[in-house]
């Protein structure tokens, strides 16, 4: 992992030397943001093992960014990005207590909302197209280093009785188990593509995580007693879907 984080700060300084005689352009980016957490374990004893299951969030992201040519159409672009997501499953006829057991209580339903904070540092290697006067279709690829900053997961449940309901908050103490089970650290390389008109641009493509984000090695450890038997290795990755649109401030040759 230090290598690879060496290396991966290696390549943002050498394109910001690369670029020093050539144009650059400094500006601002917004845009919306879909982490995805996938885990290579079935989420239930009946589920197949090779089931990919997923944790989908939706939210927003904004920054700073830096956009250097270095000759021809080739550059890169690199910046820094801070993350808001939410997400919430549906709702279950069963759930877990806070250390892991089951409650298996039809008449109350179940669902769980996740919460991830994080910033990221990205180098995107590019090629920029030009197809009119100042208008350019960019191609790009590039890593990312993500560092959770906050990571919560809250439980919920619904009481129906007749014509009565309610919602409230489970146990407090359920919060934060991300932090438990989830790795701060991640890194991901992304593919995408976009288009500049001038000093504004729209960019959008797809981040496949290259590492492990699960701190516990085996799904038992993972999902608490109700899997004490099942020793499986737990893997999976965080992706991200994203579409950013932004202005350049200040641009020069």
Request: glycine share 10%.
């Amino acid at each position: 992992m230090r290598k690879l984080l060496l290396t991966v700060f290696a390549l943002i300084l050498t394109a910001a030397a690369w670029a020093e005689d050539e144009r650059h352009s400094f500006g601002l980016q917004i845009g919306f943001a879909e982490p995805i957490y996938r885990l290579n374990s079935p989420a239930s004893i009946e589920q197949n093992a090779s089931n990919l299951n997923k944790t989908v969030m939706n939210g927003f992201k904004a920054g700073f960014v830096y956009d250097g040519i270095i000759i021809g159409g080739f550059g890169a672009s690199i910046g820094i990005n801070y993350t808001f997501a939410a997400g919430r499953s549906g709702w279950n006829d069963y759930g877990f207590l806070p250390n892991g057991a089951p409650m298996l209580l039809p008449q109350i339903e179940y669902s769980t909302k996740y919460v991830y904070n994080q910033g990221e540092i990205f180098t995107d290697w590019q090629y920029k197209f030009e197809i009119a006067r100042q208008t350019f279709l960019i191609l790009y690829t590039g890593p990312t280093i993500q560092y959770g900053v906050y990571k919560a997961d809250d439980l919920f449940r619904y009481k129906a009785d007749g014509k009565e309901a309610e919602m409230e908050k489970v146990n407090p103490s359920y919060q934060n188990q991300q932090e438990q089970y989830l790795r701060q650290l991640n890194v991901t390389w992304g593919v995408g593509a976009g288009f500049q008109y001038r000093q504004f641009f729209l960019r959008g493509g797809y981040d496949f995580g290259i590492i492990n984000p699960y701190r516990k090695n085996t799904f038992s450890a993972l999902d608490g007693t109700l899997y004490v038997n099942d020793d499986r290795w737990t893997r999976g990755r965080l992706d991200q879907w994203q579409i950013k649109i932004g202005m350049y401030l200040f641009q020069m040759n």
